[in-house]
């Protein structure tokens, strides 16, 4: 069965020490062989260093997802993956930071994802990581893939200009800004579907150079699960993108305005 990401929703705000907490309500994980991907995009130039705060735990309702993985910067940067499958329900989405205290903040977004049509016992393959400081105006990274699975990606930056354009090979799905000069946490995110086995190539372009640059990019595999399941599989490929309210999900501009969204994304 083609994996299809059936929704997403984020939530972005500063983090302190008497609110170290992300609350993402009633995210709906209903469907066949389900993942919840949580996204994780920290800046901690103002918080306590060694890219600190890192996350403590993310639940589902009551029930613990668990870290994948993570990429941290060589400065103050860091994104964790966190997972779960298997449950279908609708529940809030609580992200919980490690302690901050005194005047500590960090600049935070959080990003989940769901898909359906996901390996249940094996839902995860390779990843590929690279990251960067100033002086570089493009990053990318290379990763092998069978064309059944589909690879999503965070790119992470903490930047006086936009991250753009996302390279040729992959789909850019969501970009949002928090915070303002070397605190603010620029997240982007996107996908790749449907290419035949090959090198696979995602890659981020940054411009002109500032005195803030700092970046880095994780990129990993959703490995498909049962051929069969409810419905017919389509016999051609096609990307769908549906953001509430009909607005165009590619306009920067539309992008950088959002505080708040939940949008519905097919990759079939």
């Known amino acids: 069965m083609a994996i299809v990401g059936i929704t997403s929703a984020f939530i972005k705000k500063t983090l302190t020490a008497s609110d170290g907490a992300i609350v993402v309500p009633n995210l709906n994980s209903d469907g066949f062989e389900p993942i919840i991907v949580v996204k994780t995009f920290v800046n901690t130039t103002n918080g306590p260093g060694s890219n600190a705060p890192a996350v403590s735990g993310i639940t589902f309702g009551v029930t613990a ?51 359906t049509g996901v390996n249940q016992s094996t839902p995860l393959g390779g990843t ?13 990274s290379n990763i092998d893939r069978p064309s059944t ?22 789909a850019e799905h969501f970009r949002q800004l928090q915070g303002s000069g070397s605190s603010a946490v620029r997240a982007t995110a996107s996908t790749a579907f449907g290419k035949s086995p090959a090198v696979f190539k ?67």
Not at 128 to 140: E, K, L, M, Q, R
Not at 150 to 169: F, K, M
């Open 65 to 115: 997802l668990t870290k994948f993985t993570e990429i941290i910067s060589t400065g103050l940067l860091r994104s964790e993956i966190f997972t779960l499958v298997g449950l279908s329900a609708l529940r809030d989405i609580t992200v919980t930071f490690a302690a901050l205290s005194g005047g500590e903040t960090a600049e935070a977004v959080v990003l989940v994802e769901v898909y």
């Open 128 to 140: 590929t990581f690279t990251s960067f400081v100033d002086g570089a105006t493009i990053f990318s």
């Open 149 to 170: 699975s589909l690879l999503t990606e965070v790119a992470i930056a903490r930047v006086d200009h936009a991250l753009s354009p996302a390279g040729s090979d992959q």
């Open 202 to 268: 995602f890659s981020w372009g940054l411009g002109a150079g500032g005195p803030f640059d700092e970046a880095a990019m994780l990129v990993f595999e959703l490995l498909e699960g049962s051929s069969v399941g409810p419905g017919t599989i389509p016999a051609r490929l096609k990307r769908r993108v549906t953001v509430a309210g009909g607005q165009n999900p590619a306009s920067p501009a539309f992008l950088s305005q959002e505080l708040e969204s939940t949008r519905q994304f097919s990759l079939l």
